[in-house]
């Protein structure tokens, strides 16, 4: 038993990416607490080669992780806070949508690896989402946008080689309905006025639009060199908000350029692309389908979170992978790994 290798170097080095940036456009506080994020990350990896966190597939303990899971997020609504996405602890925040996306996997790999056959079938087709609508559900009403468009489109991708053309339309029609019923009843106005700037930037550029403009400020000044390490401007000197988390990687191309887009692009390709070529050596029937669901939710939220960066995309709130300041969605990201880990080693 052993870690992989190609995705141990790639993390490592999305690890220096990340650490690297924080420091250099001074986040010295964020750049201490990453250091820990991360080698507490690495340790939960490393775990995988001694505690079989799979067990989670085994419905004693997916039970449990559920009603844990569905409670925490529960409470989010129950306890006073200023935004019902993080619980404070300490100097220390904890986002328990980011470990629902540990549920969200584990609940469509158990559905789809007995009942995929019978998705062509519209009562089980309504089965594979109502597991998992608790967990939407709770997340929309905090509501924290992205990552209900994460779970759903992380839904969605993974039924969809198993449903027919007249579903998958009645789908993209009913995903239609659903969003418009949000917009008038879920959304808060900020969040409505973020969407309205991204179509027209001019609706309000010194307030939603002001975030959009200095991204497209940092991008396109970064070139394809970048400004180098330290360098930048935007990012460093406070002009583009969220430098260290929702958009970290418009800090990171301003000072490495695109190639430095390009190369954490290809890492992250690695990480992908080496999960679901040893999938197809993973005996056990449901860590083959866990692994491509796995890529599946890995490489929307890539996209999405370059989108967004790119200034392609609404800005919904979503942590770059292997990337972000912040430490829910490291250690989930890499819980999610741990237990492929448990499956490739088996």
């Known amino acids: 038993m052993k870690i992989n290798i190609f995705i141990l170097i790639s993390l490592i080095l999305c690890m220096f990416f990340s650490v690297s940036t924080l420091i250099s456009i001074n986040k010295k506080d964020e750049f201490f607490?990453?250091?820990?994020?991360?080698?507490?990350?690495?340790?939960?990896?490393?775990?995988?080669?001694?505690?079989?966190?799979?067990?989670?597939?085994?419905?004693?303990?997916?039970?449990?992780?559920?009603?844990?899971?569905?409670?925490?997020?529960?409470?989010?609504?129950?306890?006073?806070?200023?935004?019902?996405?993080?619980?404070?602890?300490?100097?220390?925040?904890?986002?328990?949508?980011?470990?629902?996306?540990?549920?969200?996997?584990?609940?469509?790999?158990?559905?789809?690896?007995?009942?995929?056959?019978?998705?062509?079938?519209?009562?089980y087709l309504g089965f594979s989402f109502l597991i998992i609508l608790p967990l939407i559900l709770l997340i929309a009403l905090q509501p924290d946008l992205g990552m209900t468009l994460l779970f759903l489109l992380t839904w969605f991708f993974s039924i969809i080689i198993f449903l027919r053309k007249q579903q998958i339309v009645f789908l993209i029609i009913l995903f239609l309905i659903l969003g418009a019923i949000g917009w008038q009843f879920v959304l808060k106005d900020y969040q409505k006025e973020r969407i309205l700037t991204f179509i027209n930037p001019e609706r309000d550029p010194l307030g939603s639009g002001y975030n959009i403009k200095q991204l497209k400020i940092t991008i396109g000044s970064a070139g394809f060199w970048g400004k180098g390490l330290g360098q930048g401007t935007q990012a460093k000197l406070g002009f583009l908000p969220s430098a260290e988390t929702d958009f970290i990687l418009a800090s990171f191309i301003e000072e490495r350029g695109f190639l430095g887009f390009l190369i954490y692009s290809f890492l992250i390709f690695i990480i992908l692309k080496?999960?679901?070529?040893?999938?197809?050596?993973?005996?056990?029937?449901?860590?083959?389908?866990?692994?491509?669901?796995?890529?599946?939710?890995?490489?929307?939220?890539?996209?999405?979170?370059?989108?967004?960066?790119?200034?392609?995309?609404?800005?919904?709130?979503?942590?770059?992978?292997?990337?972000?300041?912040?430490?829910?969605?490291?250690?989930?990201?890499?819980?999610?790994i741990s237990i492929w880990h448990n499956f490739r080693n088996i």
């Open 274 to 336: 080496t999960i679901l070529f040893e999938s197809s050596f993973i005996k056990n029937p449901i860590g083959k389908v866990y692994s491509n669901i796995l890529v599946i939710h890995l490489a929307i939220k890539f996209l999405l979170t370059t989108a967004i960066n790119l200034g392609f995309f609404p800005i919904i709130g979503l942590a770059v992978p292997f990337m972000s300041y912040g430490g829910s969605h490291l250690l989930s990201d890499f819980i999610l």
């Open 33 to 123: 607490k990453s250091i820990i994020f991360w080698l507490i990350s690495f340790l939960i990896l490393f775990s995988s080669l001694y505690l079989r966190y799979n067990n989670i597939f085994y419905y004693p303990y997916f039970q449990a992780f559920y009603a844990l899971t569905i409670i925490s997020l529960l409470l989010l609504f129950i306890l006073p806070s200023k935004q019902r996405m993080w619980f404070s602890l300490g100097g220390l925040s904890l986002q328990p949508s980011e470990f629902a996306r540990i549920i969200l996997l584990v609940s469509l790999t158990i559905f789809l690896s007995k009942y995929y056959n019978f998705l062509k079938n519209n009562l």
